[in-house]
């Protein structure tokens, strides 16, 4: 049996098998046993938790917390609004849409992790939505849908169906011929880094004018090991670039050491920082976030200036009507007629021309 599989076979998720990998604490034990919640994980992202620290960041992306009964600022039936479910568009439930060229294709309500900051948590963690995850019925949709020129396959987590369903999914979607992109979001690469195996490699490296990309979720550099540079290697090597998604997680990633070495670390195993996405108000997870500007100045006081733009992602709250960026122009401090003041990360300034238009 491959490992990926006996990975997914083998979760942790019951407080005896949890047990095995760090020691819980009466909060964490209470919340697992009274929490109508799913949660879980594999054997490998459990054995990255710090044994003895509730606050390990790891930790907390994965287990259940009381602070999750709090929803001051959560929005009720987030996902119905989010991905515009409640429209007079006719759409399966299998097709989420914030832009008219391209939509998210939701293949599985399944996950490696379970994470506790999900937007889509009613979906996929709380299971108070119930939706129709129907391949067939999203696939023909897309086709009869000329303007839609890409599709993001999600989920749940797309890459825990089997080589078949992938290959099945990625052949069926090649042939609608108004198709210029298919991406995947998966944490795989992250959370089951064994899931990028040769058979996978095969079923992603043949040449197609449709390309394929992946993104991912890492939010921490505790996050990144061996195993996943080797398997974000082996994806380029089937010509797949990777980028990641991460999410601004309160008292995870909002410090600036913590925010630097996590994009530098990204660089180091060949993924590109692509967004940075504000913790969006999915019920539930309000101990997740921070205020809105923490996130750009956090690039702004990490990043900018202080290692390569490479490092950099785009900051932005996700939004029903698509998303917006959350860049504030900190490096403009003075115009006239003549010129402009410009002042870099360590709070030089010089001088620009203004040119008319």
């Known amino acids: 049996m491959e490992e990926w599989i006996e ?4 979760p942790v998720n019951t407080l005896e098998r949890l047990a ?7 909060e964490e034990k209470k919340a697992i046993e009274t929490l109508n919640t799913k949660w879980g994980t594999s054997p490998y992202f459990a054995s990255l938790m710090d044994r003895d620290d509730p606050k390990c960041p790891i930790r907390r992306q994965v287990l259940p917390s009381l602070q999750e009964t709090v929803n001051k600022y959560g929005i009720e039936n987030y996902l119905i609004w989010k991905e515009n479910r ?4 006719v759409r399966p439930d299998s097709i989420a849409r914030q832009y008219h060229d391209r939509v998210a294709f939701t293949v599985t309500d399944v996950c490696v992790n379970y994470c506790r900051h999900c937007f889509r ?20 949709w897309i086709r009869e849908h000329k303007e839609i020129r890409d599709v993001l396959v999600t989920g749940g987590d797309p890459f825990v169906l089997s080589d078949q369903k992938i290959d099945y999914i990625i052949k069926k979607l090649r042939e609608i011929p108004h198709l210029q992109m298919i991406r995947f979001g998966t944490r795989s690469p992250i959370v089951l880094p064994h899931r990028i195996t040769p058979g996978l490699k095969k079923i992603l490296s043949p040449y197609h004018k449709i390309p394929i990309w992946v993104n991912t979720q890492c939010n921490h550099p505790n996050e990144i090991t061996e195993k996943t540079a080797q398997a974000v290697f082996d ?3 089937c010509g797949i670039n990777v980028g990641n998604q991460a999410v601004l997680l309160k008292g995870i990633n909002d410090d600036p050491e913590t925010f630097r070495e996590l994009h530098q670390k ?12 504000y913790c969006e108000p999915a019920p539930g997870i309000d101990h997740f976030r921070t205020t809105v ?4 100045e956090l690039i702004r006081d990490s990043i900018r ?10 900051y932005v709250i996700a939004t029903n009507i698509g998303k917006i960026p959350l860049m504030p122009d900190y490096y403009i401090k003075g115009k006239n007629e003549k010129e402009y003041t410009l002042v870099n990360y360590k709070g030089e300034t010089t001088k620009w021309p203004n040119m008319p238009e």
Not at 21 to 26: P, R, S
Not at 266 to 277: A, G, N, Q, T
Not at 293 to 296: F, M, Y
Request: glycine fraction near 6%.
């Open 20 to 26: 095995e990998f760090i020691n819980v604490t009466a």
């Open 293 to 296: 500007e923490k996130g750009a």
């Open 305 to 314: 200036g202080h290692t390569t733009g490479l490092a950099q992602p785009m």
């Open 7 to 10: 990975q997914l076979r083998n």
């Open 86 to 89: 409640d429209t007079e568009e």
């Open 235 to 237: 994806l380029l090597t």
């Open 266 to 277: 990204l660089l180091r195993v060949r993924i590109r920082p692509y967004y940075l996405f």
């Open 121 to 140: 948590n009613e979906l996929v963690v709380n299971r108070d939505l119930k939706l129709r995850m129907d391949v067939d019925e999203g696939l023909e």
